[in-house]
């Protein structure tokens, strides 16, 4: 007996939830681009479009509802945004990255931050918020980068949005602090 390949027709269930929830990560990029200014790294359609593409080029991936999906894409979400802006840096310093002193208002609830520096900063800050509390780090990356709101955050980790406020309002703190 022979098998035969899946139909070319086929599309993946990362691909199927993409186009199901396209107009939504549409809305998700363009508030997280929104603040950026004239220092825009990337504009909606690019966001989502390299945001599909990773997502694409994973191994298959199973969803089981549309909450993982969305955690799953603001991973990727920063991930494009932070590469974008390396890339940026690298070709406007010749690789090097500047380092600035921020204050504390670099990390504003509402938008991400307006220069390309902070973005890497904010990154980088995330790296280390999950050394120490891995759910503190996914509950920012889903606020922050991926536009969710404390009740869908609450729903995808499995705690209450007491607890995701309580964890976002402490990982602000620690942002602020890292940033000076």
Known sequence: M????PPDDAASPASEMFAQTYRELRQIAHARLRGSGRNTVLDTTALVHESFLRLSQSSPLQFPDRARFFVYASRVM?????????????????????HVTLTGDAVE??????????IVRV???????????????KVVEMRYFGGMTDQEVAEALHITDRTVRRDWTQARLFLAEALK
């Open 2 to 5: 022979i098998e035969e390949d």
């Open 78 to 98: 920063r991930s494009v945004i932070v590469d974008m802006v390396r890339q940026r840096q690298a070709e406007r310093h010749g690789g090097g990255v500047e």
């Open 109 to 118: 609830a509402a938008a991400l931050p307006r220069d390309e520096h902070d």
């Open 123 to 137: 990154h980088e800050a995330l790296l280390e918020l999950a050394k120490l509390d891995e759910r503190m780090a």
